[in-house]
């Protein structure tokens, strides 16, 4: 990652109902273009969709959170919260930013939210997109969603963020990725808040992605990296049929799949946009 490319887009926060949060932007307000919602997992941050605020910027505008408990961004209230806490943050922080409808992009967590918020607010989301979805454990049994849950809780006391981000970085990306790709997963890792981390942690084993998305009958895409290891081809074409969409496949990337092929993950969704904006001049809607 250059390091000049991130200082384009700042670090800025706002105060919504829910609390701070914090994003990063890019663009301006377009006629004929959708702005673009992007939402990072369990391990990263707003700064990890820099390549994707660069590219999509010119034509739309692109904002990038950083979920609540991560950066400066507020905490949501329950020490162990489900999926609708974090939409609700969602909500009063698109109010904040003045965006009725929006593309929302989720990748692995960040479709967990995704997945929420659409279900919830179907009117908001213009396109929904999931990148290497987590599904979450909601519908597993107790032991098997409190064993996920504690052992990834005991990880991060024993490691904290430096050594997730040095345990757990490798396992972000494929065997492709350049150095420059690994060190910048790494470095968003190893910004986490502990606090949040643990929180987005109880998320994931609260949550049911595939129970929230066959609820929105919107635009949707699933779409994974053929090399992911942490959301594997089997588990994001389980979520592509609870979609009712064929699972799309990027070649040559792993679970960061945005962080060490950007141009194609960019690609992606300014063609999930696009194709939506076409229905839009059409008169087609969902």
Same mark, same amino acid.
Request: hydrophobic share 45%; with cysteine; proline share 5%.
């Given at each position: 990652m250059n390091a000049h490319t991130l200082t384009l887009f700042p670090e800025a926060q706002i105060d919504t109902a829910h609390g701070i949060t914090g994003y990063r932007e890019a663009g301006a307000s377009h006629l004929r273009t959708l702005p673009v919602v992007l939402l990072h997992g369990i391990g990263s941050g707003a700064a990890s969709w820099v390549r994707q605020l660069e590219a999509l910027g010119p034509a739309r505008r692109?904002?990038?959170?950083?979920?609540?408990?991560?950066? %400066?961004?507020?905490?949501? =209230?329950?020490?162990? !919260?489900?999926?609708?806490?974090? *939409?609700?943050? #969602?909500? $009063?922080?698109? +109010?904040?930013?003045?965006?009725?409808?929006?593309?929302?992009?989720?990748?692995?967590?960040?479709?967990?939210?995704?997945?929420?918020?659409?279900?919830?607010?179907?009117?908001?989301?213009?396109?929904?997109?999931?990148?290497?979805?987590?599904?979450?454990?909601?519908?597993?049994?107790?032991?098997?969603?409190?064993?996920?849950?504690?052992?990834?809780?005991?990880?991060?006391?024993?490691?904290?963020?430096?050594?997730?981000?040095?345990?757990?970085?490798?396992?972000?990306?494929?065997?492709?990725?350049?150095?420059?790709?690994?060190?910048? %997963?790494?470095?968003?890792? =190893?910004?986490?808040? !502990?606090?949040?981390?643990?929180? *987005?942690?109880? #998320?994931? $084993?609260?949550? +049911?992605?595939?129970?929230?998305?066959?609820?929105?009958?919107?635009?949707?895409?699933?779409?994974?990296g053929a090399e992911d290891t942490i959301t594997p081809l089997a588990a994001c074409e389980r979520i592509a049929r609870a979609a009712r969409v064929s699972l799309q496949v990027i070649p040559r990337a792993g679970h960061a799949g945005y962080v060490e092929a950007p141009k194609a993950y960019t690609t992606l969704i300014d063609s999930f946009c696009q194709g939506i904006e076409c229905q839009m001049k059409d008169g087609v809607t969902q």
């Amino acid at each position: 990652m250059n390091a000049h490319t991130l200082t384009l887009f700042p670090e800025a926060q706002i105060d919504t109902a829910h609390g701070i949060t914090g994003y990063r932007e890019a663009g301006a307000s377009h006629l004929r273009t959708l702005p673009v919602v992007l939402l990072h997992g369990i391990g990263s941050g707003a700064a990890s969709w820099v390549r994707q605020l660069e590219a999509l910027g010119p034509a739309r505008r692109v904002f990038a959170w950083d979920a609540p408990g991560y950066g %400066v961004s507020t905490r949501v =209230a329950d020490d162990s !919260p489900v999926a609708l806490d974090y *939409a609700n943050a #969602l909500a $009063a922080w698109l +109010d904040a930013l003045g965006i009725a409808r929006c593309v929302l992009v989720g990748h692995s967590l960040g479709a967990i939210i995704a997945g929420s918020f659409a279900a919830n607010a179907p009117e908001r989301v213009a396109g929904l997109l999931l990148i290497s979805p987590a599904a979450g454990y909601g519908a597993a049994p107790k032991e098997v969603r409190e064993s996920r849950r504690d052992a990834r809780l005991k990880m991060l006391a024993e490691l904290g963020p430096q050594g997730l981000a040095r345990e757990r970085g490798t396992n972000m990306v494929s065997q492709h990725a350049d150095e420059a790709a690994r060190e910048w %997963v790494r470095w968003n890792m =190893a910004r986490i808040v !502990p606090e949040g981390y643990a929180q *987005a942690t109880h #998320l994931l $084993a609260n949550a +049911d992605l595939a129970s929230d998305i066959a609820r929105f009958h919107g635009r949707i895409a699933v779409a994974v990296g053929a090399e992911d290891t942490i959301t594997p081809l089997a588990a994001c074409e389980r979520i592509a049929r609870a979609a009712r969409v064929s699972l799309q496949v990027i070649p040559r990337a792993g679970h960061a799949g945005y962080v060490e092929a950007p141009k194609a993950y960019t690609t992606l969704i300014d063609s999930f946009c696009q194709g939506i904006e076409c229905q839009m001049k059409d008169g087609v809607t969902q």
